[in-house]
């Protein structure tokens, strides 16, 4: 059962069209996400869909109600990450929990929340003293301090060091296995293939494909990527004449072959039969930032 419809949004700032003409449904107990580089609209559309901002047309139905009629209750129904800036500083984590619990009719259990969490040692801690990683983990306490149907999370593991953001992760699986819808806003391919049960791929404002990241990245002609040191150098084209082979390229230390089929055999009997030993060589599986570059000619932003 779709708990978002999103029909033909279109959002305009001044001349530039920031959401354009973009539909989606999210199911139930569903992790979706909507993937794409920065400035793609990505923002624009879940608040739009969460009520705080206006389109300009098109239709939304968050569990049956709209946004911009029954912004009351999409609003005691959903929750929604809070952004970095829009806690005082002096606030204890204790303290933003309870503010918290008060906007909503039957709020969880906040001390609960934050065990589940690993906060509780934190409670009485201001929240500029707080890690990035805890200042996160205090985020998504408060989107689900309502017990909310769905929970919309946007650019939850920016700025988290690797550990931080895989245990992000871990979380973000509890809150869909507690029956949590969420909706996750992420420019991290890594992050929308590991997590997302469907996703969006947007750029320019504009839904390019929508599928499981499995499908997503079986459009991609191919799927296999090879990575060596070639010994000695080669003419790229005894590889590019080959019919497994779809592109040769070149880093500064590594040869990488995009291809198909039995392209590692393919690929290792041509060099062989030249002297060219491939050292290091790796086999890959193509990603989602290949289907993103084949859809759209451009790469996501890198992993920071
Ligand atoms: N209030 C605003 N006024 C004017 N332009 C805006 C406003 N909000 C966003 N934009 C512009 O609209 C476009 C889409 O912005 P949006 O924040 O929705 O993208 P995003 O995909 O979420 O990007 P990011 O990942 O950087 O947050 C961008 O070009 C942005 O500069």
Redesign the pocket.
């Known amino acids: 059962m779709a708990v978002i419809e999103v029909a033909n949004l279109h959002k305009r ?2 001349d ?1 069209v ?2 354009d003409d973009v539909s989606f449904t999210v199911e139930r107990g569903e992790i979706f996400g909507i993937l ?10 879940v608040e739009c869909v969460e009520g705080l901002r206006t389109p300009d047309s098109g239709s939304i139905s968050v569990l049956g109600f709209d946004p911009r009629k029954d912004g009351l209750e999409v609003r005691r129904r959903v929750g929604v990450q809070l952004q970095k800036s829009e806690l005082p500083e002096k606030m204890q984590v204790a303290e933003a929990m309870e503010l918290y619990s008060s906007f909503y009719p039957n709020p969880a259990d906040g001390g609960k929340l934050l065990d589940d969490l690993g906060l509780t040692s934190k409670r009485r801690t201001p929240f500029k003293k707080l890690s990035g990683g805890q200042q996160q983990r205090l985020a998504i306490a408060l989107a689900l301090v309502g017990n909310p149907e769905i929970a919309f999370l946007d ?1 939850l593991t920016t700025g988290l060091d690797p550990q931080a953001r895989r245990d992000t992760w871990q979380l973000v699986e509890q809150i869909r296995d507690r029956g949590v819808t969420v909706v996750l ?1 992420t ?1 991290f391919m890594e992050e929308a293939e590991r997590l997302c049960d469907r996703l969006a791929l ?1 750029d320019a ?1 504009r839904v390019v494909a929508l599928d499981t990241p499995a499908g997503l990245v079986s459009r991609v002609d191919g799927g296999l990527r090879l990575r060596f040191r070639a010994s000695i150098q080669f003419d790229d084209r005894i590889l590019t004449d080959l019919p497994e082979v779809t592109e040769v390229a070149h880093t500064t230390s590594q040869t990488v072959v995009t291809g198909h089929g039995n392209l590692l055999q393919a690929v290792s009997t041509t060099l062989a039969g030249r002297n060219v030993v491939p050292l290091d060589l790796r086999v890959e599986q193509t990603n989602l930032e290949d289907a993103f570059v084949a859809l759209t000619g451009r790469r996501l932003a890198e992993e920071s």
């Open positions: 700032y001044g530039h920031a959401v794409g580089p920065n400035g793609a609209g990505k923002t624009t559309t650019e806003v420019h947007v404002g």
